[in-house]
T-cell receptor
């Protein structure tokens, strides 16, 4: 079992729809969870961080965390073609500062 | 404010050669991280510096990899001798506070032939 699992996609959604990206993790001791966006050939860019159970909203983005189910998700409302990228889920390994990444989900938003 | 800068952006070398990658973090960021992405796999942690000290090097694959951070500023990652399986994208990231938001560089694409 991978430490952080994501569906590789591609996830295709029409412009204006809600894109839902999911991630599960194996380390129950993890306390910090992050979503990075990476455009092709570019560096990963942090878009959301979440540390406690529930929802956290920032503009069109909502991160959801359920530690009991070891599940974290990212919702993108009113998806735009410019949101087309690979979304990386990352989790802090327990008691360390290193991030464990998933392989990423490729999102395609079509006009 | 300049971001994290990595050099070179691409490097093609032959098996057995030596390559040195450089990372200039954002000024004032004490934390510097090296990560690597091998094709088709996830981004994996290599090591973490706090200033000039190695905080965690548990991800370094073997003793062919040597990382330094002279004076707590820029960092270098040397691979000697390079093997085919070392090919991938090497990312550097920095942050002002340990465990907080990481700012990534654009990476060095290393190809070992």
């Amino acid at each position: 079992q991978k430490e952080v699992e994501q569906n590789s996609g591609p996830l295709s959604v029409p412009e204006g729809a809600i894109a839902s990206l999911n991630c599960t993790y194996s380390d129950r001791g993890s306390q910090s969870f992050f979503w990075y966006r990476q455009y092709s050939g570019k560096s990963p860019e942090l878009i959301m961080s979440i540390y406690s159970n529930g929802d956290k909203e920032d503009g069109r983005f909502t991160a959801q965390l359920n530690k009991a189910s070891q599940y974290v998700s990212l919702l993108i409302r009113d998806s735009q073609p410019s949101d087309s990228a690979t979304y990386l889920c990352a989790v802090n390994a327990f008691n360390t500062d290193k991030l464990i990444f998933g392989t990423g989900t490729r999102l395609q938003v079509f006009p | 404010e300049a971001g994290v800068t990595q050099f070179p952006s691409h490097s093609v070398i032959e098996k057995g050669q030596t390559v040195t990658l450089r990372c200039d973090p954002i000024s004032g960021h004490d934390n510097l991280y090296w990560y690597r992405r091998v094709m088709g796999k996830e981004i994996k942690f290599l090591l973490h510096f706090v200033k000039e000290s190695k905080q965690d090097e548990s991800g370094m694959p073997n003793n062919r990899f040597l990382a330094e951070r002279t004076g707590g500023t820029y960092s270098t990652l040397k691979v000697q001798p390079a093997e085919l399986e070392d090919s991938g994208v090497y990312f550097c990231a920095s942050s002002p506070i340990t465990g907080e938001k990481l700012f990534f560089g654009s990476g060095t694409q290393l190809s070992v032939l």
